[in-house]
């Protein structure tokens, strides 16, 4: 596994040890940031399930100034603070631990004027909650009409087309993976 593009190109990341997180390909991630335009203008980036922390990285890599990645499993906290070691600028990613709502929440409380320009939702598949992920987002007001929401699911997932105000408006299958990108509107 390794960076892509940007900045961090061609680093090698860890991948978590064990069969508790599913890591997404390198061939998959060079689609979804294709699918994303490529590169960033800035901006702040949520991975909502770290896992690796690669998807994260992958965005400052390409342009965000920040990202913040939320994780409750200790070995992928591990790898998460061993990755971002690599790029060499730590102070661009905060990693959260435990509870990725709760985490979040008690974040928003500290950084009240919080608003992520890109939300990166890959959970474990059995485990897939997108819909009341982007809804529970949106309640806590860390996300808005300017943001991109993007969505990594298995292919038996059905995502609607609508989600609040944000519009899915590219879909993306790579085998037993689909992609998903939401688009907020005013």
């Not at 990725?100 to 008690?106: D, H, K, P, T, V």
């Not at 860390?142 to 969505?151: E, R, S």
Request: proline residues 4%.
């Amino acid at each position: 596994m390794r960076v892509i593009a940007g900045q961090y190109g061609s680093r090698h990341l860890k991948a978590v040890p064990g069969m508790n997180t599913r890591p997404t390909t390198d061939k998959i991630k060079e689609g979804i940031f294709n699918l994303l335009g490529g590169y960033f203008d800035g901006g702040v980036c949520l991975d909502f399930y770290g896992g690796s922390g690669s998807m994260a990285i992958e965005a400052v890599s390409r342009g965000m100034e920040r990202a913040i990645i939320t994780e409750k499993y200790r070995p992928a906290l591990q790898t998460i603070k061993a990755n971002v070691a690599v790029t060499k600028e730590e102070q661009k990613f905060t990693v959260l631990s435990g509870d990725n709502r709760a985490s979040l929440a008690q974040l928003k409380q500290r950084e009240p004027d919080l608003i992520f320009d890109l939300v990166i939702l890959d959970p474990p598949y059995q485990q897939q909650r997108i819909v009341e992920d982007i809804e529970w987002l949106a309640d806590l007001g860390v996300i808005d009409h300017l943001t991109d929401i993007l969505c990594e699911s298995d292919d038996q997932l059905d995502l609607p087309e609508d989600v609040r105000s944000w519009r899915k408006v590219k879909q993306k299958q790579y085998g037993q993976t689909g992609i998903h990108l939401y688009e907020g509107s005013e």
